[in-house]
């Protein structure tokens, strides 16, 4: 029903800058909250920042000052602009969103994207 394509991964040095997208596409269904997710080599999935469709964002502590959320509604598109990456960024991100019908928009529910690789290094 809602099918998600990140991009804009890749292999950066410390410092570097990257910029993620998600694509969501569907047509039976309204996209609400968006969000980024990372999972590192051992780690559990941690949120990195979400945004709502008003624009409402919010971000773990861990991307604050650096990272940037947004999205363009028309298009069904979330970004993630990352600035000052650090090694400890290295993770697969993922992209989430939260979704219901235009026909029943008391039911939502929740998508995942097949993930980006995103790797930090010198």
């Known amino acids: 029903q809602v099918q998600l394509v990140e991009s804009g991964g890749g292999l950066v040095q410390p410092g570097g800058s990257l910029r993620l997208s998600c694509v969501a596409s569907?047509?039976?269904?309204?996209?609400?909250?968006m969000g980024w997710y990372r999972q590192a080599p051992g780690k559990q999935r941690e949120l990195v920042a979400t945004i709502t469709r008003g624009a409402r964002t919010n971000y773990a502590d861990s991307g604050k000052g650096r990272f940037t959320i947004s999205r363009d509604n028309a298009k069904n598109t979330v970004y993630l602009q990352m600035n000052s990456l650090k090694p400890e960024g290295t993770a697969v991100y993922y992209c989430n969103v939260a979704a219901s019908l235009w026909s029943a928009a008391s039911s939502e529910f929740n998508y995942w994207g097949q993930g980006t690789q995103v790797t930090v290094s010198s």
């Open positions: 569907t047509s039976a269904f309204r996209i609400n909250a």
